[in-house]
């Protein structure tokens, strides 16, 4: 049939290469033709299928363990990588079937305090990365030549610049809260302020301290909640600065003389 087989004298395949313990096809550039001489092994045993850099220390830079899922790596027509899938939809594709979650790790073994989570570049600009630094992961992005957010050990959050959220809300759930000063806005009488206050021991549409240990809190909605209750308590102070100025004009006309 055209077969070659090499330790087996019927092979399967059109070479075939059998052997007792690991079984291995050498590729030997020699320097004969002026190149740098190197030599690789392709090999394969019940530990791995492996490549094998036979000039520099017999590394391994490229390993596969028997029973590896189909699919473990693959590269598409246009380059794009599928991790775990077939159909990469992006330059790098990581699917996972089952119900460990999906993650992608960067390590540097060398360095304990600073281990890279994750780092992308662009025409060889770094464009953002996130790294453990002593304890504390930093974001950095290309050019701005400082950690524009940290997360200590603690999980205190620190942000460098502004952070500025400019999409439409509708009323009552954004952070603008200028709603209020519309002339249908329905602002509580102060006694019906005082009376919720009394039975909930919170403010009107702020969630309660339970609440907040419970769920959580939405830093965007409860801004907008905070200057809601700022906004009304200005109308608030503005009613009474009226009922202030009233009393101190009818006061003033009461001790005037005739």
Same mark, same amino acid.
């Given at each position: 049939?055209?077969?070659?087989?090499?330790?087996?004298?019927?092979?399967?395949?059109?070479?075939?290469?059998?052997?007792?313990? +690991?079984?291995?096809?050498?590729?030997?550039?020699?320097?004969?033709? /002026? !190149?740098?001489?190197?030599?690789? *092994?392709? &090999? #394969? @045993?019940?530990?791995?299928?492996?490549?094998?850099?036979?000039?520099?220390?017999?590394?391994?830079?490229?390993?596969?363990?028997?029973?590896?899922?189909?699919?473990?790596?693959?590269?598409?027509?246009?380059?794009?990588?599928?991790?775990?899938?077939?159909?990469?939809?992006?330059?790098?594709?990581?699917?996972?079937?089952?119900?460990?979650?999906?993650?992608?790790?960067?390590?540097?073994?060398?360095?304990?305090?600073?281990?890279?989570?994750?780092?992308?570049?662009?025409?060889?600009?770094?464009?953002?990365?996130?790294?453990? +630094?002593?304890?504390?992961?930093?974001?950095?992005?290309?050019?701005? /030549? !400082?950690?524009?957010?940290?997360? *200590?050990? &603690? #999980? @205190?959050?620190?942000?460098?610049?502004?952070?500025?959220?400019?999409?439409?809300?509708?009323?009552?759930?954004?952070?603008?809260?200028?709603?209020?000063?519309?002339?249908?806005?329905?602002?509580?009488?102060?006694?019906?302020?005082?009376?919720?206050?009394?039975?909930?021991?919170?403010?009107?549409?702020?969630?309660?301290?339970?609440?907040?240990?419970?769920?959580?809190?939405?830093?965007?909605?409860?801004?907008?909640?905070?200057?809601?209750?700022?906004?009304?308590?200005?109308?608030?102070?503005?009613?009474?600065?009226?009922?202030?100025?009233?009393?101190?004009?009818?006061?003033?006309?009461?001790?005037?003389?005739?």
């Amino acid at each position: 049939g055209g077969r070659i087989g090499l330790g087996t004298s019927t092979p399967v395949a059109e070479v075939h290469i059998k052997d007792g313990d +690991t079984p291995t096809l050498r590729l030997e550039q020699d320097g004969s033709s /002026g !190149f740098t001489a190197q030599t690789w *092994d392709v &090999a #394969g @045993n019940e530990t791995n299928f492996f490549i094998r850099d036979a000039t520099n220390g017999s590394r391994l830079p490229f390993r596969i363990r028997p029973s590896a899922p189909a699919n473990s790596i693959y590269t598409d027509t246009d380059g794009d990588v599928g991790m775990g899938t077939s159909s990469p939809s992006r330059q790098l594709h990581i699917t996972r079937s089952d119900a460990a979650q999906t993650r992608l790790l960067v390590e540097n073994t060398n360095d304990a305090a600073q281990n890279t989570g994750y780092q992308m570049s662009n025409s060889a600009q770094l464009w953002s990365n996130l790294v453990n +630094t002593n304890g504390n992961w930093v974001a950095s992005a290309s050019g701005t /030549g !400082f950690n524009e957010l940290e997360v *200590d050990a &603690a #999980g @205190n959050l620190y942000i460098r610049a502004v952070c500025n959220d400019n999409s439409t809300f509708p009323a009552g759930t954004g952070t603008c809260a200028d709603y209020v000063f519309e002339p249908d806005y329905p602002l509580m009488p102060l006694d019906e302020v005082r009376a919720f206050i009394a039975l909930n021991k919170h403010l009107p549409n702020v969630p309660s301290a339970d609440e907040i240990k419970a769920k959580g809190v939405n830093l965007q909605s409860h801004q907008g909640r905070l200057l809601e209750k700022i906004e009304e308590l200005f109308l608030y102070t503005l009613e009474q600065q009226e009922t202030i100025d009233a009393l101190t004009a009818r006061l003033q006309a009461l001790e005037t003389p005739e």
